[in-house]
């Protein structure tokens, strides 16, 4: 039973940082798509950042030069480097994983087969 569990939200002031931590357990594939999603009050799901089995590593344009993720070699450990952060960057932060490469125009949509429940990230004016 695949298990996703995520970590490191919290409260910061803008243009602050804070590092998302997403542990994966029993994944059993050996290709993957890793992915941060966030969802803010009154709005849909956004994909925000995905790195692939094959190394790449997508982000959305609003985010790009101030987030960084990053898989841990050897483990699936998914983190997101969040510096420079904005009021517009409060979400819920979702970590999901699917087992297929990561595709540049399909990476942010929804369809993933593994869900966390989420970390809540707020950052204050």
């Known amino acids: 039973q695949v298990q996703v569990v995520e970590s490191g939200g919290g409260s910061v002031q803008a243009n602050g940082s804070l590092r998302l931590s997403c542990e994966i357990s029993?994944?059993?594939?050996?290709?993957?798509?890793m992915a941060w999603f966030r969802q803010a009050p009154g709005k849909e799901r956004q994909g925000v950042a995905a790195?692939?089995?094959?190394?790449?590593?997508s982000y959305i344009g609003g985010v790009r030069g101030r987030f960084t993720i990053r898989k841990e070699k050897g483990k699936n450990i998914l983190y997101l480097q969040m510096d420079h952060l904005r009021p517009e960057d409060t979400a819920m932060y979702y970590c999901?994983?699917?087992?297929?490469?990561?595709?540049?125009?399909?990476?942010?949509?929804?369809?993933?087969?593994?869900w966390g429940q989420g970390t809540q990230v707020t950052v204050s004016s």
């Open positions: 029993g994944y059993p594939h050996d290709t993957y798509c």
């Open positions: 790195v692939g089995s094959d190394g790449s590593a």
């Open positions: 999901a994983a699917k087992p297929d490469v990561c595709v540049a125009w399909t990476w942010y949509r929804s369809d993933y087969n593994y």
